[in-house]
């Protein structure tokens, strides 16, 4: 049985749908990150398993143990917000200490695990302040501090890093996987980041509208995404998802993108059943920047590279990469070259497609078919 | 060099137009402190000196005994008590009113705020209702209610009476003071197992000293003031200050004291003048923190 189970949860305000039936199952020291666009519900789904927010129907169960009716206090979680929400009439030693005082553990013991989360957090010398006198970084900290002291069986994060400023962000992350792997404690973290899913997550969830649209190890999210939604929100640049028809060719099939000026772009591929079954229809094709190179740049562990000459529109040079950008079935395409590539704005240029990696989509149901 | 030139017409009309900004701001000051300086200066003129028709001047004999007859030994209707009982009375009346107006007040706001209950907004829009009923209109059924409760006549009664009437003007100042308080600072200290109460005193009331600071000042200037319900509800030994100096100038006996009555008004009025003195600063800022941000 997992640690956290969540079952057909559902959630209403008046006749709003906040959450449609959400199962989620997340293992001891999992860290499940939820993911998704504002307003899809994940900040709802974390509310209600802290307890902030009733349900409407389902179950949230904690190692083994509803917590449906349970105050927050009682359900052994700690939460991170993301305004940090420190009290702003107490310094930062008393804002840690807080819970421990409502729970009536003793002064000795309450400055003892202060002292001994602030070393681990590196916020020793900051425990006589006032929130106010911190910086936003130092503030995070004491947050999580507060969280830390509690040693609960599960940590709710509520895009926690979305205040600090880019480079401090990616510090923080960093820090925040260093003490998941330290305490193995179980952590739901919700952000609107995908690169902070993929980063930290051992599994995501991603939301859209209330509904889950896949569950699943970051590998499997950004490799096998379930339908078009989860293959344009998961990855930066998003993948290429481009209108293509799929057509018999000699022994397997081919995806045929249309071209402005020039015969269709025909990417031959292996036999495969699930494809073939669609030809002569029209499909979605994904293929991510990173599967679409320059020549030698291709992957050589795929068998399945597929060279062809397109014209260039547009070249960005990102420093560690090139992205150059073409046009195939009237979108707008990325690839990505290395960044010693010279390629010039107008020119044709052969760029390898590696079919490994390409997903094909219902355009009605926007599923993916193979 | 013609931009040199337009620089110094710049200062220059700068210079002017500060000059007739302050002259106009001098104007209005002394046009506002005549009356305080008429009351100070006649307060502490022998009867005489007044009689003779310089209200303006200076005193030539210096007295303070018009202050000490206002303050003990004057005739208040048929007493020569003098303001100090009255005095007493008010403040007795106004510390208790006050503190559980502003407390309920902050209760109140707490609530609307922060534990959202169907009909919320009802409940904020009646009590908003309080603000706008002009006082006469419930002299009686308050005096009705008074009697019954058994409190008419005393300080009590009267403390119930603004404290009831306060309470709408303490919401409204709380309730949008608390607005703009953060909810997610309430869902800490929940998850952090502190419940209704504890919420309120650790967390809500430590961070609401400009706004208390601001409910404090309006409450203590309109009760301390108010004439109304104190000659409607009181008794005459639970009479406040305002009744008091009425009667003492007003007394209908003997010739008119106009310097013990200028010492009784300068009197009734120091509390509020004190109050607005002191926490002044925080009045402005109070007033501008719950308008811009929390």
Redesign the interface.
């Known amino acids: 049985m997992a640690f956290l189970e969540i079952s057909n949860l559902q959630k209403r305000f008046g006749t709003v749908d906040v959450l449609k039936g959400i199962n989620l199952a997340v293992e001891e020291g999992g860290f499940l990150v939820l993911v998704g666009p504002s307003g899809c519900g994940k900040s709802t789904l974390l509310n209600t398993i802290a307890g902030l927010e009733s349900i409407t129907s389902g179950e949230i169960r904690i190692n083994g143990r509803t917590v449906n009716n349970l105050h927050p206090s009682q359900r052994d979680i700690a939460m991170v917000f993301q305004s940090y929400a420190l009290y702003p009439n107490m310094s930062v030693g008393q804002n840690i200490a807080f819970g421990m005082e409502m729970r009536g553990v003793p002064k000795a013991e309450r400055d003892k695990a202060v002292a001994g989360v602030a070393k681990t957090l590196q916020i020793s010398h900051l425990l006589d302040r006032k929130p106010s006198q911190l910086s936003g970084g130092q503030r995070q900290r004491v947050a999580m501090g507060r969280a830390l002291v509690r040693d609960p069986q599960v940590f709710l994060f509520d895009e926690p890093l979305s205040n600090l400023d880019a480079k401090l962000r990616v510090d923080m992350r960093t820090e925040i996987k260093r003490l998941h792997q330290s305490m193995k404690t179980t952590i739901v973290y919700v952000t609107h980041d995908q690169i902070e899913a993929m980063t930290l997550a051992t599994q995501i969830a991603v939301l859209k509208d209330g509904i889950l649209q896949q569950f699943g190890t970051p590998h499997e999210i950004y490799n096998n995404p379930a339908n078009v939604f989860v293959a344009d929100f998961m990855g930066s640049p998003a993948m290429n998802l481009i209108p293509a028809r799929i057509e018999a060719n000699g022994g397997g099939v081919a995806v045929v993108l249309n071209r402005e000026g020039t015969e269709p772009l025909q990417l031959k591929v292996a036999n495969n059943a699930k494809l073939s079954a669609h030809a002569g229809r029209d499909v979605i094709f994904g293929l991510r920047p990173e599967a679409i190179t320059d020549l030698s740049g291709a992957d050589r562990t795929s068998a399945k590279v597929v060279n062809a000459d397109c014209h260039v529109e547009v070249v960005e040079p990102a420093g560690a990469d090139t992205y150059v950008v073409t046009r195939l079935g009237g979108r707008e395409v990325i690839g990505r070259m290395r960044s010693d590539m010279q390629v010039a704005p107008h020119s044709t240029v052969p760029f390898a497609f590696n079919m490994d990696k390409a997903v094909y989509f219902d355009p009605k149901s926007e599923l993916r078919i193979a | 060099m013609a931009q040199a030139t337009t620089q110094e017409t710049a200062v220059r009309t700068n210079v002017i137009v500060r000059a007739i900004i302050y002259a106009v701001l001098i104007l209005f000051a002394v046009y506002y402190l005549l009356p305080l300086y008429v009351m100070l200066v006649n307060s502490v003129k022998p009867l005489d000196e007044i009689r003779q028709g310089n209200m303006m001047s200076l005193p030539t004999i210096f007295t303070l005994d018009p202050w000490r007859s206002a303050w003990s030994t004057a005739q208040i209707g048929v007493q020569p008590t003098g303001l100090k009982p009255y005095f007493i009375n008010s403040v007795l009346m106004v510390i208790p009113a006050v503190a559980i107006s502003a407390l309920l007040g902050a209760l109140n706001g707490y609530v609307l705020t922060k534990w959202k209950f169907r009909g919320d907004g009802v409940v904020f829009g009646l009590l908003l209702f309080a603000c706008f009923i002009p006082f006469q209109i419930v002299l009686i059924p308050m005096a009705r209610i008074l009697g019954l409760l058994g409190l008419a006549g005393s300080t009590p009664g009267l403390v119930l009476v603004h404290v009831v009437y306060g309470l709408g003007f303490t919401t409204l100042f709380f309730r949008n003071y608390y607005d703009a308080f953060?909810t997610?600072?309430i869902?800490?200290?929940?998850?952090?197992?502190?419940g209704f109460f504890?919420i309120f005193w650790?967390?809500l009331l430590?961070?609401s000293g400009p706004i208390i600071v601001v409910t404090v000042i309006w409450q203590f200037t309109n009760i301390w003031n108010d004439f109304l319900f104190g000659a409607s509800f009181a008794d005459f030994d639970s009479q406040p200050m305002t009744i008091a100096l009425n009667n003492l100038v007003s007394s209908s006996t003997g010739v008119k004291e106009y310097n013990v009555h200028f010492a009784g008004a300068i009197l009734a009025a120091l509390p509020t003048l004190i109050v607005y003195i002191v926490s002044g600063r925080y009045f402005v800022r109070g007033l501008m923190a719950g308008a811009v941000k929390g």
């Open positions: 953060p997610e600072l869902r800490a200290a929940q998850i952090d197992g502190a504890r650790r967390i430590p961070s």
